[in-house]
């Protein structure tokens, strides 16, 4: 795969003029995504950089998460920031169909060697970044140079996502997991050597790196991030820290925070990390669990309702659209075809399609907390998804099919409790078993295709196709190790 030449697609183009007031039709989806007047950007850019310069800032890193899942970024002088927000950066459209290799494919609708997308980074979110000193972060919505929203804008999906369950009255708190691989630092070719032997959930793990695990957790906070667990997972060198909950856009830069601090403090103790959906051929691998609870008026729908276990009929009908759309949700949960290697049975990453309370083999798992605390614990467990996905597009897909099953007012099926794959065969559907499965589910999917738009959406699938084609047919142990390194 080489740098394709493809056409520069359509953009929205909005009646507003050059950027100075929001562009674009109007409605509260429209609004979400606007943005707003340039005097007021860059007021608040100002209010940043001084605080952040009071911090020894001297640069800011602005990130964006393409459609292979990769964070890419532009970074800025702290003296630019104010300019970054009034104007955007540069940021070549083509970076829609970069595959995780770097490659590059082409789409019928965005991409393309000519062109340039402005890059702003939302000034709301910086944060000074603990365990890179100088360096502060903040995540990027994308817009044309006419100020229009980027229709391509994976970030700005998200938003619309969100905001079309607040025009509803409701309320998403939303949480992802994020697991990972430690190994000593060495030459990217080499099988992973781990810093620590101990055994799986085992303090003796914790013990051999605590000074690094303190660390993480040290950089966590200082990033005003609340730490809920942080705890040796199962596969050899493997962790797993959990955050507290947010709305959903913002759930979704924590997990690119999140997972960027884990890195940099690794470096800083001569180790790295791979967030890859598997680090060895044939062990449970690092999944990126969306947790997902629904809010109206204050009051959490996942419980006191006349539902299976005190769901409400719109807590019920929401996640009995996610559940039927899990197929096609893969698509964007679970990008790299390496993800199918990692969701197999038997390894509590939810290869089957059905919902369980607290059952770890299911790919929807019920949370209800402890008797006490339901009121604000219930929520659901997306299984499924690992941390190839882009956060933006996992969320914003999410909501868009929990929101179509609301408004149908879907049922879910009965419960399924026990491991899946001890029961009777064909009683309990599989997810998809490779990529080819999960984009035939995306290719049938009207709901996905309105939700994202058109541009998105077939670019999604060009990205998708392109990575699913590079590695058709590959032994495991090629795909792990071409992307052991990449996550
Ligand atoms: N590592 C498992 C996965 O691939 C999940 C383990 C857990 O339940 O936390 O998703
Ligand atoms: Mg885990």
């Known amino acids: 795969m080489t740098i394709g030449t493809v056409t520069a697609g359509p953009t929205a183009s909005g009646p507003g003029g050059p950027g100075d007031q929001p562009v674009g039709p109007a409605g509260p989806l429209a609004a979400a995504v606007a943005l707003p007047p340039r005097a007021e950007r860059?007021?608040?850019?100002?209010?940043?950089?001084?605080?952040?310069?009071?911090?020894?800032?001297?640069?800011?890193a602005v990130t964006w998460v393409d459609n292979a899942g990769i964070a890419r970024v532009k970074a800025v002088p702290l003296g630019g920031l104010v300019h970054a927000a009034q104007w955007g950066v540069g940021a070549a459209p083509c970076f829609d169909v970069f595959l995780a290799d770097d490659a590059v494919t082409t789409s019928p609708v965005i991409?393309?060697?000519?062109?340039?997308?402005?890059?702003?980074?939302?000034?709301?979110?910086?944060?000074?970044l603990a365990a890179q000193p100088g360096w502060a972060w903040a995540p990027g919505d994308r817009h044309t140079q006419d100020g229009a929203p980027h229709p391509g804008c994976q970030r700005l999906f998200a938003r619309r996502m969100e905001a079309a369950a607040a025009a509803r009255g409701l309320g998403?708190?939303?949480?992802?997991?994020?697991?990972?691989?430690?190994?000593?630092?060495?030459?990217?070719?080499?099988?992973?050597?781990?810093?620590?032997?101990?055994?799986?959930?085992?303090?003796?793990?914790?013990?051999?790196?605590?000074?690094?695990?303190?660390?993480?957790?040290?950089?966590?906070?200082?990033?005003?991030?609340?730490v809920l667990q942080i705890h040796p997972e199962y596969s050899p060198g493997q962790f797993e820290v959990s955050v507290a909950p947010e709305g959903p856009v913002g759930a979704a830069d924590t997990s690119v925070l999140v997972r960027h601090t884990v890195r940099a403090v690794s470096a800083r103790h001569g180790l790295r990390v791979s967030f890859a959906p598997v680090v060895e051929a044939?062990?449970?691998?690092?999944?990126?669990?969306?947790?997902?609870?629904?809010?109206?008026?204050?009051?959490?729908?996942?419980?006191?309702?006349?539902?299976?276990?005190?769901?409400?009929?719109?807590?019920?009908?929401?996640?009995?659209?996610?559940?039927?759309?899990?197929?096609?949700?893969?698509?964007?949960?679970?990008?790299?075809?390496?993800?199918?290697?990692?969701?197999v049975p038997s390894h509590w990453a939810g290869a089957y399609q059905c919902w369980g309370l607290e059952?770890?083999?299911?790919?929807?798992?019920?949370?209800?907390?402890?008797?006490?605390?339901?009121?604000?614990?219930?929520?659901?467990?997306?299984?499924?998804?690992?941390?190839?996905?882009?956060?933006?597009?996992?969320?914003?897909?999410?909501?868009?099919?929990?929101?179509?099953?609301?408004d149908q007012r879907r049922a879910l099926p009965p419960e399924f409790t026990g491991d899946p794959a001890a029961a009777e065969p064909g009683t309990v559907p599989r997810l998809p078993a490779s990529p080819a499965e999960a984009l035939a589910a995306y290719e049938r999917s009207?709901?996905?295709?309105?939700?994202?738009?058109?541009?998105?959406?077939?670019?999604?699938?060009?990205?998708?196709?392109?990575?699913?084609?590079?590695?058709?047919?590959?032994?495991?142990?090629?795909?792990?190790?071409?992307?052991?390194?990449?996550?």
């Open 446 to 487: 009207a709901v996905l295709r309105e939700a994202l738009g058109e541009p998105l959406y077939e670019t999604v699938l060009a990205v998708r196709r392109a990575e699913a084609e590079q590695y058709a047919g590959a032994a495991p142990e090629r795909l792990v190790a071409a992307t052991r390194w990449r996550y």
């Open 111 to 128: 991409g393309g060697p000519t062109g340039d997308l402005r890059l702003y980074p939302d000034v709301e979110r910086v944060v000074p």
């Open 359 to 406: 059952n770890r083999e299911a790919a929807l798992r019920l949370v209800t907390g402890s008797t006490g605390e339901r009121a604000a614990a219930a929520n659901a467990e997306v299984k499924c998804f690992d941390a190839s996905a882009n956060p933006y597009l996992a969320v914003g897909a999410v909501l868009a099919a929990g929101l179509a099953g609301l």
């Open 172 to 226: 998403l708190l939303a949480g992802i997991e994020v697991e990972w691989v430690v190994a000593l630092a060495g030459d990217p070719q080499e099988e992973p050597r781990y810093p620590t032997h101990g055994p799986a959930y085992g303090m003796h793990r914790l013990t051999d790196l605590s000074d690094y695990l303190r660390d993480v957790l040290r950089a966590l906070g200082e990033q005003g991030l609340t």
């Open 42 to 60: 860059a007021e608040r850019a100002s209010a940043a950089a001084d605080r952040l310069g009071a911090a020894g800032v001297e640069a800011v």
């Open 282 to 343: 044939g062990a449970v691998g690092n999944g990126g669990h969306l947790h997902l609870s629904l809010w109206r008026d204050g009051r959490n729908l996942g419980h006191g309702g006349p539902g299976p276990h005190g769901l409400t009929a719109e807590a019920e009908g929401f996640l009995a659209g996610v559940l039927g759309a899990l197929p096609e949700l893969l698509v964007l949960g679970c990008s790299s075809p390496a993800g199918y290697l990692r969701l």
